[in-house]
């Protein structure tokens, strides 16, 4: 086995014998900021910060967390395990990142390549199954059997976790719903728009906070951010409550065909558009059309640690 994936479902099994370093540090490694936490033995958080990431910039971005973890452990006073929650995941074949949608680190040995600027071991998970594990174990999903994780970010991602484990999957893509295509696509999102992945209308181009942005802009000539189209809504501009109004559709048809398949007790939201309050009672009133039983008991939440889910995911690695 080269270099494949440190698997959130091992979690337990890793957790008892780390008695010499109490400090654990995470990294979420995100397509526009990168984060780091700094977890004592019992949880509680010593150090946070936040920094953009160099995202067209490989050799940057690892300067920069490895700079970060020194920071933070100048600050704390202590060495610790560090674990990093990233877009796409190592290939079981290679040990190479792939599925990044942070398109300069694909095909980087970013694993080896931060283990040599920390000097130990790091261990690499992918940043959707560390939020959906975070929220199944202490957060918004606590103590539910089956819970699907989805990042509604720069990019889309998901993770699923069973009982307490995440299903990596053979293929090490478990959860992957975003390059699946929009379902039940309306003759305007036909072929959709591209891809970095090579295909078009995948989920991703729909739902990623520059999805929305770049939807907003085909249809009013307006180029604003997804935050801006956030903002716009709540102070009652009337293009950018109809953008929303389309993106809370097209979550309930690709959230719809996730709960056909895995059937999850509930789905957490995460990433930056999680934080759109309309979603979680517009969605569930919407998708139970697409949904393929009388009745859904599935729950829409949102995450309970923020935009903090993924990273405290990380330093549990
Ligand atoms: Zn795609």
Redesign the pocket.
């Known amino acids: 086995m080269v270099g494949v994936n440190s698997p959130c479902g091992q979690f337990q099994s890793l957790r008892a014998p780390i008695s010499v370093m109490t400090l654990r540090i995470g990294i979420d490694l995100g397509g526009t900021k990168t984060e780091i936490i700094a977890l004592d033995a019992r949880g509680a958080v010593l150090e946070r910060r936040r920094e953009p990431t160099p995202s067209g910039d490989y050799a940057a971005a690892v300067a920069l967390i490895a700079r970060m973890v020194k920071r933070a452990e100048v600050q704390v006073g202590q060495r610790g395990t560090v674990g990093v929650a990233t877009p796409g995941s190592l290939s079981p074949a290679t040990g190479l990142l792939r599925n990044s949608n942070s398109v300069a680190f694909n095909g980087k040995p970013l694993k080896q390549d931060l283990e040599r600027a920390l000097g130990r071991e790091v261990r690499l998970a992918n940043d959707a199954n560390c939020f959906a594990l975070s929220e199944a174990r202490d957060g918004a999903a606590r103590g539910a059997p089956t819970v699907f994780g989805v990042i509604l970010g720069t990019g889309v991602g998901g993770g699923i976790v069973i009982d307490g484990r995440v299903l990596e999957g053979v293929n090490a893509i478990g959860g992957e719903w975003?390059?699946n295509p929009m379902p039940w696509p309306q003759d305007d999102e036909r072929p959709g728009p591209p891809?970095?992945?090579g295909?078009r209308g995948?989920i991703?181009?729909f739902l990623s906070g520059p999805g929305l942005a770049l939807d907003h802009a085909a249809r009013y000539g307006e180029t604003l951010s997804a935050e801006e189209v956030v903002e716009r809504a709540a102070v009652g501009d009337a293009a950018a409550q109809n953008t929303l109004a389309r993106y809370e559709a097209r979550l309930a048809r690709a959230l719809a065909t996730a709960i056909n398949v895995i059937d999850p007790d509930v789905i957490v939201l995460g990433g930056g558009l999680s934080n759109v309050e309309r979603l979680y009672a517009g969605v569930p009133r919407l998708w139970r059309q697409w949904i393929f039983s009388d009745v859904v008991r599935t729950r829409l939440a949102r995450n309970a640690h923020g935009d903090s889910s993924g990273v405290r995911g990380a330093a549990y690695l």
């Open positions: 975003g390059h891809c970095y992945c295909k995948c991703e181009t």
